[in-house]
Every structure is written in C-alpha cells, then in structure tokens.
C-alpha cells in the first residue's frame, strides 16, 4: 500500500500566511501541518511510499521537507510530484491531482491511502488502515455534533455496518452531524474509476465528490475517527490547532 498526501492547494484564504508558503508546512504545536500527518502513519504497517502531490510553486519546498524530515525518520520514503499548476487559475483540483499522481506513477496496481495535507488527527490512523484493508473503498468520518457546522463539509448518512446511504456536498439540510473528511483508502478497482469518473465532466476539486459519485455504484464503507480532529482552512482554526497541538 501507498499513501498519497494532497498538497497542492493554494489556500487563498490564508493569505498572506499562505502568499509564500504552502498551508501543509505552516507551524502548528511547534511543527509543520504535515509532520503531524506524518506522526499519524508512523504506526501504520506495509507502507511502501509516501507521494505528496503539490504545485509547481511549491515543488522545492516540499522536497527540500521531505529530505530533511527523511534524515531523521528514515523508515518513511517520499516521492514530491509536481502538478505543474502555479496558481489557483490553473490547478488540477483535488480529484484531478489524484488521479494525475496515480496515472503519473502508475500506483493503481496497489490500494491508496489518501490524506489532505491540512487535516488534523490527535489519533494515529492504524485503526483507519486495519477496517479499510478489508474493504475496496473506505471514507474517514467524523461527528462534528452541529447542524450549522455540517453545512460546511460532506454530510453522510449510514446503514447498520457503516456503509453510506446517503452524501451531500456542503447540505442546506443535513440530515445529522456526520462529516466524511478527507481521508480515503481506495483499492485497485477504484482508483481505476478515477478517470471514468473525470472523463465524464464531473468536478475535479473537493475529494468527497467523487465519493458522492462513488456510493451510488460501489459499497463504500465509512470509519469514524475519534478524538479530535481539524480541517485547517482559516485563521481561526488554524489558531485553534495550534492551541490544541502544542499540548500533545
């Protein structure tokens, strides 16, 4: 298994914090975003390479990272993919960068564990792995217990073994409090549904999309993640994490 960190945002709602560094190596708890992902899969057995896919501006930054991070975590191994966008204007989206790295490194022989660069987990993600190796395609879930909040992400509902039944993309109504977030395992036969899934004009941003397309045509099992966890698209969470990290 490999695993895919996306890292090729812009995070224009950052700016100016994010004008000349990229969200996933801003400073939370005193490292950047991204090591504290990292920290999250140090458990996690049979990993074999850890693409991070990002842009063209910040190509340099995430290898020069990943060298440094590799001299002192040696049993990780790293390969930085550059999508060749270099702004907002001209970038892949998310489900485009995905697939771009899968076709790129012809990764669609093994299972893919996917993370954005920006989400936060006090917990490692071995109990994320373990359900998901027994599935062809797994979505981590979290209760975020508020009907406005859930508006802003993915909102999904269940049946009784944890397979969805229902996705909505940012819901006028949600139907509960339960967000799908940006951490996916896909075996082999779907990843190569990725470029069915493009080839039909369907949106190329926002992961949970092509979960949405995903549910309708293949079971997709869920994990609920515990403690905390955290998005970091603003300031304010961004502050947030920080107050929350620098305890650990």
């Known amino acids: 298994m490999n695993a895919l960190i996306l890292a090729a945002g812009y ?5 100016p914090l994010t004008l000349d ?3 996933p ?6 490292k950047p975003i991204i090591e504290w992902v990292m920290d999250n899969l140090a458990d996690v057995p049979n990993l074999e390479t850890i693409y991070v896919v990002t842009n063209d501006k910040f190509a340099a930054d995430f290898q020069a990272w990943s060298e440094r ?20 204007k001209d970038k892949l989206g998310a489900i485009g960068d995905i697939n771009f790295v899968v076709t790129r490194e012809n990764l669609a022989r093994d299972s893919l564990l996917i993370i954005a660069g920006d989400n936060l987990f006090t917990e490692s993600l071995t109990g994320f792995v373990a359900c998901a190796k027994e599935t062809e395609a797994t979505v981590g879930v979290y209760d975020v217990g508020d009907m406005e909040v859930i508006k802003k992400y993915g909102n999904i509902a269940v049946d009784a073994d944890g397979i969805i039944t229902h996705f909505e993309e940012k819901p006028q109504k949600p139907r509960g409090t339960l967000a799908a977030i940006a951490l996916y395992y896909y075996s082999p036969e779907v990843l190569s549904l990725l470029t069915t899934y493009l080839a039909a004009g369907n949106n190329p941003d926002q992961p949970g999309r092509f979960v949405q397309w995903l549910y309708t045509r293949k079971p997709v099992k869920t994990f609920q993640i515990k403690g905390k966890w955290l998005d970091i698209g603003s300031k304010e969470t961004l502050e947030k994490a920080d107050q929350i990290f620098s305890k650990l």
């Open 11 to 15: 995070a224009t709602r950052l700016y």
């Open 21 to 23: 560094k990229a969200k």
């Open 69 to 88: 991070y590799q001299s002192r975590q040696p049993k990780f191994k790293f390969k930085i993919v550059n999508d060749g966008s270099q702004s907002d």
């Open 25 to 30: 190596l801003l400073a939370v708890g005193g």
